[in-house]
């Protein structure tokens, strides 16, 4: 025997505490997005306002512009008062460019907590990142230099993650590849020989984040061929790197070196470093972690290396 199922009436009027509660909001903002002309009771009984179901998608369409497209009020007010397409997607444009701009600040905070948690010295800005990192902010508050727009080494877009950087001590956790930087900034390498200077515009004086990223992770790496790969496409490029990258990697190269256990990775070290020196961009407090560089571990042919930097840093 087939059964029926019994429909279920379906209520045409809703109270306002009932609307309310149904939309997740309080009477009392129920009753300001009244005032705003969010929404319009219906009639009412007993004093109480009630609400037509059809009269409630005006209410659900003002929430999916300020609850789900964080729209203000305001801003809700105008596209749901508004028939006018090209007001609407102007409204629309502006709050998605100031939505992304807050997502990047958010994915920077983010990667800045990440690191923090990540980060084993006991002094946080005697970590070389974060200390480069604080120091780029300081020149850009006082000499008017780009302001730092990526924390590293924990990631910059989606060319870093989380597995990338578990601590600083010595090369611990890091996962590198041979060539990795060379790989990176030699794709821009010309194809061609240059053209005659007086034809060429002046090449911006940056490598850029990605870029800086993949070095620092070469250079962090557990592979000593990747550190040492690392060093020399430093020396090689020292001339198109900027104040904050000269001295971010400044800052590496020096913590690095005191930390370093293979000899032939020392002498890179150092070397990039001269080159880096070269560029009169350097501070003192860049270098201060070498000051921890044992001599006795330092090959003779490479103390002059070391000695001259000490001599004109400190």
């Known amino acids: 025997m087939r059964t029926t199922v019994p429909e279920v009436p379906v209520r045409d009027l809703y109270s306002i505490s009932e609307v309310a509660e149904a939309f997740g909001l ?22 109480v306002r009630h609400y037509r179901r059809a009269d409630l998608a005006r209410l659900a369409y003002a929430q999916l512009w300020h609850e789900d497209g964080l729209l203000t009020l305001a801003e809700t007010s105008a596209i749901v008062d508004s ?110 020989a240059p053209a005659p200077a007086q034809a060429q515009a002046p090449a911006p004086r940056s490598i850029g984040d990605e870029r800086l990223l993949a070095l620092t992770r070469d250079l962090l790496s557990e592979s000593a061929k990747a550190r040492e790969w690392a060093c020399g496409t430093i020396c090689d ?53 070498l000051r921890r560089l044992p001599r006795e571990s330092v090959r003779p042919g490479d103390v002059g290396q070391l000695d001259d930097l000490m001599e004109q840093y400190f």
């Open 83 to 192: 028939d006018r397409l090209g007001d609407r997607l102007g409204l629309i444009a502006t709050q998605r460019e100031a939505l992304r701009a807050r997502m990047g600040r958010m994915e920077r905070a983010v990667r800045v907590l990440t690191h923090m948690l990540d980060c084993r010295t006991d002094r946080a800005l005697e970590c070389p990142m974060t200390g480069a990192y604080v120091r780029g902010r300081v020149d850009a508050a006082l000499d008017g230099t780009p302001e730092p727009t990526g924390f590293w080494p924990e990631g910059h877009g989606s060319h870093a993650g989380h597995a990338a950087h578990t601590g600083h001590a010595g090369h611990t956790g890091h996962t590198g590849h041979a060539g990795g930087s060379e790989a990176v900034l030699g794709a821009t390498a010309p194809a061609q």
């Open 237 to 289: 490029w020292a001339r198109s790197f900027d104040r904050r990258e000269v001295r971010t990697l400044a800052s590496l190269l020096a913590s690095t070196a005191a930390l370093e256990q293979d000899a032939d990775c020392v002498e890179s070290e150092l070397n990039a470093l001269g080159e880096l020196a070269t560029t009169g961009l350097v501070e003192a407090a860049d270098l201060a972690a």
């Open 26 to 47: 309080t009477v009392a903002t129920l009753r300001f997005y009244e005032e705003r002309g969010l929404v319009q009771h219906s009639e009412r009984r007993a004093r």
